[in-house]
């Protein structure tokens, strides 16, 4: 099958490649409440977090469309960014004492690896780390979605500065050092998501047509698919563990669960092409959860760390969505582009 065509107008890229520098991490870590505003917006921190997840981001943008590969590709290679953020940089998936663990430090862990930790932390970055923000700037900069943003010496020097962020974080974000055997599994499977985004084929250009469009469901069903599939996604991995369920039945309903949010998108898909405000109605509903949330870190009193603002930060997530709602086409103006679902 013939790859998509690649513009080579790297030059173009430096304002999408900024702005999905920052709004990586500003999804992954500052909406979620990982990082709050006072931790955020510390200079050294942003440019840390901007070096992880930004970069991270824009060579995953890069990779697939010099490789002329589709969503499922950025997704794979989304999952191997998690792996190599939380298991080589963080070592959360191996550290017990991680500040963020909860319940989740005893509940499945097993042979050094807090497993329902690693499983959820890799689906959570594929999606909101990587292909959220990537999905959002290509909304932002429509006419530069399928190009490179990044010219020879950029597709050089990105790598540099991201693993150099990678092995700063390695030695000095935490003491703890993992157990060997599970930290070379870790990057086994890095390698393995990497060949297998690669080795995908190569998706064809969706159809245009108004006719199709009008097959597929109204808006708010995709808003709807995001916003129930992420609330049940948190709460299999965070509400399951307190019901003392055991292990392997929680994490085979994660997977059950991404399996059966994937058929339902596949099955959209299939029913016709989808537009901008299809994409970003699913992205939308995805974030709402977050941005629901958002006011309610702020109100928590057991937090230990500062909380204030986050109010603020869901507030403008919400302006951005909606601001980028009317900036996009009309639903029944499909894009000639594969869904999220390929």
Not at 227 to 244: I, K, Q, R, S
Not at 274 to 300: N, R, S, T, V, Y
Request: net charge positive; proline share 7%; glycine share 10%.
């Amino acid at each position: 099958m013939e790859s998509l065509p690649v513009k080579n107008t790297a030059h173009k890229g430096f304002w999408p490649a900024l702005t999905l520098f920052f709004l990586a991490p500003a999804i992954g870590e500052l909406l979620s409440g990982s990082a709050p505003p006072a931790e955020f917006f510390n200079p050294f921190g942003l440019l840390l977090l901007g070096l992880l997840y930004g970069g991270g981001a824009i060579l995953i943008h890069e990779l697939r469309v010099r490789w002329g590969k589709g969503w499922r590709t950025v997704f794979m290679l989304g999952a191997a960014y998690g792996i190599i953020e939380e298991g080589l940089m963080c070592k959360s998936f191996f550290d017990p004492n991680w500040m963020d663990l909860g319940i989740l430090g005893t509940y499945g862990r097993w042979a050094g690896v807090n497993w329902v930790w690693s499983l959820e932390l890799t689906i959570y970055h594929a999606i909101f780390s990587i292909s959220i923000p990537i999905l959002l700037v290509e909304l932002l900069f429509p006419a530069q979605r399928d190009e490179r943003w990044l010219g020879r010496r950029g597709m050089i020097v990105m790598p540099i500065l991201f693993a150099a962020d990678v092995i700063f974080g390695f030695l000095f974000l935490t003491p703890y050092r993992p157990p060997v055997l599970p930290f070379l599994l870790a990057c086994v499977v890095i390698a393995l998501l990497i060949l297998w985004a690669k080795r995908l084929p190569s998706p064809e250009p969706a159809a245009g047509g108004n006719s199709l469009a009008k097959k597929l469901p109204r808006l708010r069903w995709f808003t709807l698919v995001g916003l129930v599939a992420t609330l049940a996604f948190f709460f299999f991995n965070w509400g399951l563990p307190n019901l003392n369920l055991p292990v392997p039945v929680t994490m085979l309903l994660v997977i059950v669960l991404a399996g059966l949010v994937w058929l339902v998108l596949r099955h959209m898909s299939r029913r016709g092409a989808w537009g901008d405000k299809h994409h970003l109605a699913l992205a939308a509903g995805a974030l709402g959860f977050l941005i629901i949330l958002a006011p309610l870190q702020e109100l928590d009193k057991t937090r230990l760390d500062n909380t204030s603002g986050m109010a603020l930060v869901g507030l403008a997530f919400l302006l951005l969505l909606a601001w980028l709602w009317r900036q996009t086409g009309r639903p029944s103006r499909p894009i000639n582009q594969p869904t999220l679902a390929t």
